[in-house]
Each structure stands twice: as C-alpha cells, then as structure tokens.
C-alpha cells in the first residue's frame, strides 16, 4: 500500500511541476509577444514617405541627409527646421556635396536596382549608379554621369568627388578601384586598382565584396603634404589609405591595418584635415566600433586625438568638423543625425529611419574649414563620461507614472545588451540592417526569449510523452565493464 502511495505522490508532483513550468513558459510566451507586437504596431520612426519625416530643430544652416537602407531617401532642411526637399525615387542615396559657389544646388550618388530584364540587365537583379544634380530651390534634376552594373550586391558608388568643371573621382566598389571621369567626354582619365597594391586573399571575398571601397577624396591644399593626393576608404581592409596618382599607393601613409579593430573596424567616410586646419588629420566613422575618431599625424605615424561616443551610438557612418569647432554626425543604427559641440554635448539632432550621410551646406564639401580636434583643443568623451543630451529627440516617454510595457520592454532592451555584449557586434549590426525598422534591443530580446521558450518547451513536452509512454532511448555507447 506504502508504495502504492509513494507512486502516486511521484505523479502528481510530476504532473504539478510540469504544470508550473507550463505556466512559466506561457508566461514568457505572452510577455515576449507583448513586446513585440507593441514594437511592431507602435508609433516608430519612418522617413518612408515626406509626411512622415519628422521636423528638425532650428539650427544655422541648412542640412541634408542621405538614407540608404530599406528606404532611399534625401531630404534637405532649412534652418528653422522645416523639410524643403524630399526625394525617394532611387533606390539608395549615399554621398552628397554643395556644388561650390551654390550651396543650394547639391551633387550626390545614388543606385538604383532593376529587377526587370531588359538592354540595360540581362540577368535581374542589377544595378544603376549616377552621380545626379538638383537645384534645391526648384527641384530640376540632371543626371551628370551614370553606369550600369550586372550585380546588385555591393555595387554601388557610395562615393565621388568633384575636382573641377568636368572631372569627379569616383569610389567605384563594383571593380575595386577609384577613378576619375570627364563627365564632359564620358572618359576615364585615371584609374587606380586596389589590387595592385593588395593581395585578394585579405579583404572580403573576392570577387563579391572585397575591398568595399566606399568613400574617396581628392586633396587640394597648397602647401599641405598630402597636396593632389587621392585618400580612400578600404571598409574591409580596415584601412584608410592615400594614393598618388602618378606613383601608386604611399603605403607610410596609411591609417590602420587589416584585422586590427583596436584603430578601425570597417570605417565610413574618412574626412582629411589639412595643415592649414591644423593637420595633417583624419576624421573617421569607426563604425563597428560604434565610435566616431580623429587621427593627427605626427612623427610619421597617426596618434588618435578625439573619440566621440554614447551609449545611444550604433554604427555610425560619417563624421563632418564644422567650421565653428561642432561635429556633424551620422548614426546609422542609433537611427539619428546629432551636432556635438566642443564639450561634447549634444546640441541639434534629428531622428531618422537609417541615415547615411549628413552634409551643412554653408559649411562646403564635408566641411571644408573644419579645424583639427589638437587645433580646437578637443577632449575626447566616451559613454561612461559624456554628460549632455542637449537637443536630442527623445524618443521615449517622459510621462510619469506607471508604465508596465515600458517597463518590460527596458528589461528585454537590458537582457539583449548583456547578450549583445558576449557576442560579435559586426553580426549585431548586420541583424539590425535585415530586420524591421521597429527592431531594437527590447524586440531583439523579446524575440529571442519568445524563441527559446517555444524551442526548450517543445523539447520537454516531447521528452515527457516518451517518458509517459515508457519509450526510451537508450545511448548507443555503454561505459562500465561487461560481465564475463
């Protein structure tokens, strides 16, 4: 009778605690759902659309931003903050310049992707890159020069320059090389190949996506060492590299090195300083490393003289020095462009969905008088010590009271950073390029709680039906000693 009992007593603790664990993974279930659908159907940002692009604060200048993720975009904005231009008909926008001598006339590259077989692709998906013009004021497009490309998978011109009238050098990711063009004659006057001075066995791979050349310079600056050199971003060499056009690449010029992420990680848009600014230096979007920075030459070597970081950043883009010792940034995935003054304080930022590059107009070509961090005395601020937020959009409540999904999302947001944290922040920031705009931390770790719960809870549903059923599985491999 006593073991009778015993038996009993054995199954109803078995069937209560798979019941408790039943309601913890129900539990879980709901409040990772909670999370994400408030996500999904919540007021999130999108510049999709001109109506949906939020207004900006009032600053000095006018500003245009470019988007290249799942929406193509360029918008530009007076200075009390309003939208006076908007366009969405490319599939991409990247680089964007004042035309010198009239602000409000911009030159940009920008892709399009054809999915139709046609004279122009034979075999869709391909590419169309352009180097287009538009009078601000009026809104009259030209097209100064554009190419057609097979592929569409890193094959765009993130970068071009304008050297003068008819001339423009060209970051041309599909082949690997920059080069410049007469826009006039629609021939290429020079061409430099990044694998003449790089083995194809670093990189990227080769040939879909090795060096990922995305930004060019032309340097003219009388009396400057680096005078009618060429500087150019290789993203997947990790380095920043400056070219003679008649003697190739100064390789003691070079900032960073392959797979050494302490100095770059896959950086955007170098802007080259000059002496007469007090260069030789080099502001840099350090964009795995979620940091903006700036490198002074001294000694024949580059010394890192400026950071800039919060705890918001996430994949910054573009770093510009404004004339009046500000900084010009573009965050990616932290989904803004913000203004950081001397102190590092925020002072003007905008929300949008996934900007590329920020360019004031009044200022020129990614800020032509813009001095030097050491010219300007800049210190350097970091997450832990940066203090002011002025002028951030804040994209939270600032409502008091009780806020329970409020609540749990800043849980998951917090249980998704320390997860983040163990693991590979290039893979994070490729996750956020794919997925919904509304992704953030609190919907990663929803969604990744919602897929563990689901997955461990079927393994324990089917582990105790086995169970249940007296079926076991036996392991294949005995370890003892065998009777004789």
């Known amino acids: 009778m006593s073991d009778r009992s015993d038996s009993v007593g054995r199954h109803l603790r078995s069937i209560f605690s798979r019941n408790y664990l039943r309601i913890v993974f129900i539990v879980l279930v709901l409040l990772s759902s909670v999370v994400l659908i408030n996500g999904a159907t919540g007021d999130h940002l999108t510049t999709a659309t001109e109506e949906d692009v939020p207004r900006a604060p009032a600053t000095d200048g006018h500003t245009v931003i470019t988007e290249s993720g799942k929406t193509g975009t360029i918008t530009a904005y007076a200075p009390d903050g309003s939208v006076i231009y908007y366009d969405n008909s490319r599939t991409k926008y990247y680089d964007v310049d004042p035309v010198e001598g009239d602000p409000m006339t911009i030159e940009y590259t920008a892709t399009d992707t054809i999915n139709s077989e046609g004279v122009t692709c034979s075999d869709p998906p391909c590419s169309l890159n352009v180097i287009e013009r538009v009078d601000l004021e009026t809104g009259e497009k030209e097209v100064i020069y554009e190419r057609y490309d097979a592929s569409d998978y890193s094959s765009e011109w993130h970068d071009a320059d304008r050297i003068d009238e008819n001339r423009i050098l060209v970051g041309d990711m599909v082949e690997d090389r920059m080069f410049i063009v007469n826009t006039e004659t629609e021939i290429v006057e020079w061409s430099w190949d990044v694998q003449s001075a790089y083995p194809i066995e670093g990189g990227g791979p080769f040939p879909r996506d090795w060096a990922h050349l995305n930004d060019v310079e032309y340097i003219e600056s009388e009396g400057d060492p680096m005078n009618g050199m060429m500087m150019a971003s290789l993203r997947n060499q990790d380095q920043v590299v400056f070219v003679d056009p008649e003697e190739g690449l100064q390789e003691d010029w070079t900032l960073g090195s392959e797979n050494n992420h302490d100095v770059l990680f896959e950086q955007h848009n170098p802007d080259y300083i000059p002496a007469a600014n007090g260069g030789p230096a080099i502001t840099v979007a350090d964009s795995e490393n979620a940091r903006v920075q700036e490198f002074q030459r001294e000694n024949g070597e580059w010394t890192q003289s400026w950071e800039w970081s919060d705890e918001r950043m996430q994949w910054p883009r573009d770093v510009d020095r404004l004339p009046d010792g500000n900084t010009l940034i573009t965050d990616t995935h932290g989904h803004r462009v913000i203004e950081v003054n001397p102190d590092g304080e925020i002072v003007w930022a905008v929300e949008s969905s996934r900007p590329y590059e920020a360019e004031r107009l009044e200022t020129g070509a990614e800020s032509t008088d813009g001095q030097s961090a050491q010219e300007l005395g800049l210190e350097s601020h970091t997450p832990g010590d940066v203090g002011g937020t002025n002028g951030e959009a804040n994209s939270g409540s600032s409502e008091s009271g009780f806020d329970p999904i ?63 059923s007296q079926i076991k599985i036996r392991n294949p491999v005995y370890w003892g000693n065998s009777k004789k």
């Open 406 to 468: 409020g609540t749990l999302s800043r849980l998951f947001g917090e249980l998704a950073a320390f997860v983040i944290s163990y693991f590979s922040f290039r893979m994070y920031n490729a996750l956020i390029f794919i997925t919904p705009i509304w992704m953030g931390n609190p919907e990663f770790g929803a969604a990744a709680v919602l897929i563990l719960t689901v997955f461990v809870w079927i393994l324990l549903e089917v582990s105790w039906r086995l169970y249940d």
